[in-house]
């Protein structure tokens, strides 16, 4: 396997989450003005040489799923789709469809989900969204 690297990373979890879910907005990476229905990938914690010689790291991440604002019915119905275990829309299920999200690492696994939050957008304080935010934990070499 090819060394780990965080842009691989994203990459993978972008193209599971496009795969698996239609009509979303997600690249992989922080959006200033996001569209909803959408996903943003903001890393975290890293934890490095867990095995010798550079032969593991392990990355969490966060995976930001947005639906439109919370007075819309139709919008709490996508994030509990969102939300479930396993099914179609599920985005445990979408991100560990290729637990080594196209070769970019060993594995992964999505570890937990907030439940519902309110965002708002960066570019524009009028906008808010409603939404979650998943941890996936990602191991790799060297990453």
């Known amino acids: 396997m090819a060394r780990t690297t965080l842009d691989r990373v994203r990459s993978g979890i972008a193209a599971n989450l496009n795969a698996a879910i239609p009509g979303i907005q997600c690249n992989g990476y922080l ?5 909803a229905p959408g996903f943003e990938i903001e890393p975290g914690e890293i934890e490095y040489d867990l ?5 593991l790291d392990m990355w969490t991440l966060l995976v930001r799923g947005y639906v439109s604002d919370v ?5 709490q119905k996508t994030l509990d789709s969102w939300l479930a275990s396993s099914g179609a829309l599920s985005v445990k299920a979408a ?3 290729d637990k080594t999200l196209g070769g970019a690492c060993s594995d992964c696994r999505v570890v937990s989900v907030s439940g519902y939050r309110r965002f708002g957008a960066a570019a524009n304080s009028n906008v808010s969204f409603l939404g979650a935010e ?3 934990v ?4 060297g990453i």
């Open 51 to 55: 095995a010798m010689g550079r032969g």
């Open 71 to 75: 007075s819309d019915i139709g919008a």
């Open 138 to 141: 990602v191991y790799g070499t």
């Open 31 to 35: 959006l200033a003005s996001p569209t």
């Open 95 to 97: 991100i560990q469809s």
């Open 134 to 136: 998943w941890t996936v």
